[in-house]
């Protein structure tokens, strides 16, 4: 068998050619007809030529070949590089009948063959550990690259069409061979491919099976100066033909995004300063810097917490882009960390209090949602809200905030059509909706598969009733909706224009305001390299387990050693006898937040200090991801004790 595999590898390249003929023709052929053609043709389900067939097998052809294990070997490459770059090569329109090939592939097999892509070009750019990577970019790496962005968007029309039929699933997206099997058998008894399909929309019933946007992440490219490839991509023309990884950003890793952001957060940080420097001195007629031309100090008192803050970043608002500095008037601390990081977590604990009514808490979901209800003056806090989210991915903090993923898509729209679109992302579904409120999100699915008479049975209008301020007022979903039955037909519609009611267009004053408030600060292209889910790691850390061990490489001690007794059984208790749930809650009473860093542990410090009271509880300084543990007699106590401040601690004392 191996052999046989052999002989199909030497004998690719004259099938390489004559597939070459094959793109060339039906290149010219597909030129000549326009999209609206093709539709017609699959409308009027009209028998395709001769040709038509054999653009079926070349593609049927290169999904073989990609799959082939042999391209792995390094003496491969060569005729791994051709294949790569005729499937970069295919039209528009052959690229749509190979997605719909690579649709029905096992999951299995389209992770080897996004692997088998990576490592080739890993091996190639990286030769070897003790030689540079090359320079010269070659027609090969553009191919790879190109053939990895093909199926990362068939991975994401798969991402697109579970979120609409996620109710169809028993599991999560990662299903097996049997249920990938239902469904293939469900498509095939609903329609027949006779042919090529044109476009393959988000709506065709196909397996649901994804791979994670982490798997297209290529972590090897961390090693290149991928900063000067985004200056590089961000400055050349719309003409230019210069190969930049930038322009790819599903291949860089959260680690090379966050580093390209931190680098450009820098050099805007040092630009402002020193405009701020050179304009100051010369009203001051001085050349010694003063510290605000260098930092964005925020001066508050803890009693006026709120009203000082707004009040400094309206007036700073300027200096947004400056390294930011906190300063509680009437105390003595300097700003090294902790004192910025108390701010953000007493600001943000105050504004998502239920008595300051700006977000409601959704108990299901365990996330807050903008409050429907609110007053113009409060528009100022939601846009306060939205700066501290961008100061903090600005200057690497990770906040405590719960927001549901729709926030951080909404965040990421860009609406180029009229400013009255800013946050507004069409056709979120239902799965966005169960995210953030399930119970209406299960209403409106019993809804969409209730098998009666919608219109006699639930004599509805499209209309929405909410409260406001204690009275309930009607909102038409559309134009003289309070005249149009609900019915069956337009059932469809009805749970559409809802979603977008509740997501979008209830709370879009609020979420514009919040919107405004991030892009002041993070106005930037770098944010642009990022998914929703990767802006939601920069803000709150990482939900991954918690890697205790990490943990305790990074621990510095005060008044302990490592070795003493009570630290052994410390960790003992915290590695092997609390559970996942405790182990976030302990973290969260350390160090103010129950994510880690997208780095791991490795990337912050956690110190333990010894008090010689023995009977009182732990404590923590959160603004230091600091521990004080008594010295316990013994391993029970330590423990009991231990439970009791993690359960009960809220803040910055006791429930």
């Known amino acids: ?50 040709l038509e067939k054999l653009v079926i097998e070349l593609i049927y052809s290169l999904v073989i070949f990609l799959c082939n294990p042999l391209f792995n070997l390094i003496e491969n490459g060569v005729l791994f590089s051709i294949l790569l770059c005729e499937i970069a090569s295919l039209n528009s329109h052959l690229q749509n009948i190979l997605i719909y090939n690579l649709r029905r592939m096992p999951l299995n097999f389209f992770r080897d063959i996004l692997r088998q892509i990576q490592n080739f070009l890993v091996s190639r750019l990286f030769p070897s550990l003790n030689t540079r990577p090359i320079r010269l970019v070659n027609d090969w790496l553009i191919s790879a690259v190109k053939v990895i962005g093909i199926l990362y968007h068939t991975n994401e029309m798969q991402i697109n069409y579970y979120q609409n039929h996620f109710n169809e699933y028993k599991s999560d997206a990662y299903l097996d061979h049997k249920q990938k099997r239902k469904y293939f058998q469900k498509l095939d008894n609903q329609e027949e491919f006779s042919g090529p399909v044109s476009v393959v929309s988000a709506s065709t019933n196909y397996s649901s099976l994804f791979v994670s946007y982490e798997d297209f992440y290529i972590k090897k490219l961390e090693s290149l100066n991928l900063y000067k490839d985004f200056i590089n991509w961000q400055h050349r023309s719309k003409l230019s033909k210069e190969f930049c990884f930038s322009q790819y950003p599903f291949i860089l890793s959260i680690n090379s995004k966050r580093n390209i ?124 809200i939205g700066v501290l989210m961008g100061l903090a991915v600005y200057n690497g903090e990770i906040l405590d905030i719960r927001f549901p993923a729709c926030v951080y898509k909404k965040l990421l729209a860009v609406n180029k059509q009229t400013e009255e679109c800013v946050g507004i992302v069409q056709n979120l579904t239902l799965y966005d909706l169960k995210l953030v409120m399930p119970t209406i999100a299960n209403s409106l699915q019993n809804l969409l598969d209730y098998e009666g008479n919608v219109q006699d049975d639930f004599m509805m209008k499209f209309v929405v009733s909410f409260s406001e301020f204690e009275t309930v007022k009607m909102i038409e979903l559309k134009e003289n909706g309070a ?129 010689e009271f023995k009977e009182q509880l732990p404590m923590a300084h959160t603004c230091f991801n600091q521990l004080i543990l008594p010295q316990y007699k013994t391993k029970e106590c330590l423990k009991s004790k231990l439970e009791i401040a993690i359960d009960n601690a809220e803040g910055f004392g006791f429930k």
């Open 1 to 50: 068998m191996k052999a046989i595999c052999f002989c199909i590898v030497n004998d690719l390249k004259p099938s390489i050619d004559r597939l070459k003929i094959h793109v060339l023709r039906n290149r010219s052929l597909s030129n000549n007809l326009d999209d609206d053609t093709y539709k017609n043709n699959l409308e009027n389900k009209i028998q395709y030529s001769e």
């Open 483 to 611: 005249n149009i039955d609900l019915t069956n037909e337009n059932r469809k519609e009805f749970v559409q224009l809802y979603i977008d009611f509740l997501l979008n267009k209830s709370i879009y004053e609020q979420f514009k305001a919040f919107y405004n408030g991030f892009h002041s600060v993070c106005a930037t292209n770098a944010i642009k390299l990022f998914r929703p889910e990767e802006i939601e790691l920069l803000v709150c850390g990482s939900s991954e387990p918690l890697n205790i061990n990490e943990l305790k490489l990074i621990t510095l001690y005060e008044n302990y050693t490592e070795h003493d007794l009570l630290i052994r059984w410390f960790w003992d208790i915290l590695k092997y006898e609390f559970n996942p749930s405790q182990k976030r809650r302990f973290l969260l009473f350390t160090t103010g937040s129950d994510r880690v860093p997208i780095g791991g542990f490795k990337e912050m410090f956690f110190k333990i200090t010894k008090v």
């Open 261 to 384: 952001l931190e680098q450009d957060s820098e050099t805007q940080m040092v630009i402002i300063a020193k405009q701020s420097f050179m304009k100051n001195a010369k009203n001051r007629n001085v050349r010694i810097p003063n510290s605000n031309d260098l930092f964005l100090t925020i001066n508050v008192r803890r009693e006026n917490l709120m009203s000082d803050s707004l009040n400094e970043i309206e007036l700073k608002k300027s200096h947004l882009k400056k390294k930011l500095r906190v300063n509680f008037l009437g105390e003595s601390a300097i700003d090294m960390g902790g004192v910025r990081k108390e701010w953000f977590l007493l600001v943000i604990r105050q504004i998502f209090s239920p008595l300051y009514g700006m977000f409601n808490y959704e108990k299901e979901s365990q996330t807050y949602w903008f409050g429907p209800n609110f007053e113009k003056s409060m528009l100022a806090e939601y846009h306060l």
